[in-house]
């Protein structure tokens, strides 16, 4: 299936900021773009096909599970999935009603510290038949977004008259960092310059290495972001579960979206964002993302 299946529309919500509404994807989220990616090239570079007895392995929050259901189902694939105790239960019966085998950790591995060491153990097990996709460690993850994301956003916003000498200022929460690496390269090929700023809860600071128990699930997952080294993040905007629930009900009253908590972290960052001291009359351009949806959380 080609990458148009896939394109998604960037929206104007302002004069100066753009939203790419990945929550309208088949696949519901933006990882619908990965879970192709991480197949095609598991049957690209290991030749996993169908009938091999093997079965697609990963750990994930929610939005990666859902969209591995819905490709490993259209394949004819196995899959088991790895989730978090606090993951959405909306999400993870939507992935089990679509034929994954779906391990919530805290109930059949709560000695587990995470989801890695149960991944660990199911890899270690004799004639073990999984193949690990591993979206935390896998190139294309952050190439699909370099490939086909960030060229969508760059078409949309030279359509919409944005000149090359405008400032493109990247503002999004960080997960694995697949998606802030990718789109900023793609973008870096025709903009001349372009700003990246990481959102993040309070207690959490990947420049240091600190995470702490936040409700904007799929950012600041536990771990630093392989895919965007912290030398990479220009500026870290925090927002507050308050901020985040606000900005949430805004989108829903002014626009009708109705997007999850990360989408909604994305879109209180703005202000602060747009404050941050710019070069003189320096023309700027905000982008940000909608992961996914919000009926996933209710």
């Known amino acids: 299936m080609s990458a148009d299946h896939f394109r998604t529309p960037l929206i104007r919500l302002a004069e100066d900021i753009f939203v ?12 619908a773009r990965v879970a192709r990616a991480l197949i095609d090239d598991a049957e690209a570079r290991h030749g996993l096909s169908t009938g091999q007895g093997r079965v697609l392995l990963e750990r994930t929050g929610g939005n990666l599970g859902v969209a591995l259901a819905i490709e490993a189902y259209s394949r004819g694939y196995p899959l088991t999935l790895v989730t978090d105790p606090q993951s959405s239960p909306v999400k993870r019966g939507l992935a089990a009603a679509l034929g994954a085998t779906v391990i919530n950790r805290g109930v059949a ?4 510290r995470d989801n890695g060491e149960v991944v660990a153990e199911l890899l270690a097990e004799p004639g073990t038949p ?10 294309a993850n952050p190439r699909v977004h370099e490939e086909v994301t960030g060229p969508e956003i760059l078409a949309d916003l030279v359509t919409s008259g944005c000149t090359r000498d405008s400032t493109v200022v990247l503002v999004t929460g960080l997960g694995t960092g697949a998606s802030m690496r990718g789109i900023s390269t793609a973008l870096r090929t025709w903009f001349t310059r372009v700003v990246t ?17 936040h409700e904007a699930y799929g950012i600041a997952v536990g771990e630093p972001a392989p895919f965007m080294p912290i030398e990479l993040v220009d500026a870290v905007v925090p927002v507050t579960s308050a901020q985040i629930a606000a900005a949430r009900d805004r989108l829903l009253r002014e626009r009708g979206l109705l997007v999850g908590p990360s989408s909604a972290a994305n879109m209180a960052a703005l202000p602060s964002a747009r404050a941050h001291p710019a070069g003189p009359d320096e023309p700027r351009i905000f982008v940000t993302l909608l992961f996914d949806r919000g009926e996933d959380y209710l």
């Open 20 to 31: 790419k509404c990945d929550f309208l994807h088949p696949g519901r989220s933006h990882k």
């Open 109 to 112: 591995y709560p000695q587990a």
């Open 130 to 139: 999984f193949h690990y996709l591993n979206q935390f460690a896998n190139p």
């Open 197 to 213: 700023v990481a959102v993040e809860p309070p207690g959490c600071d990947l420049r240091a290495g600190r995470y702490d128990d």
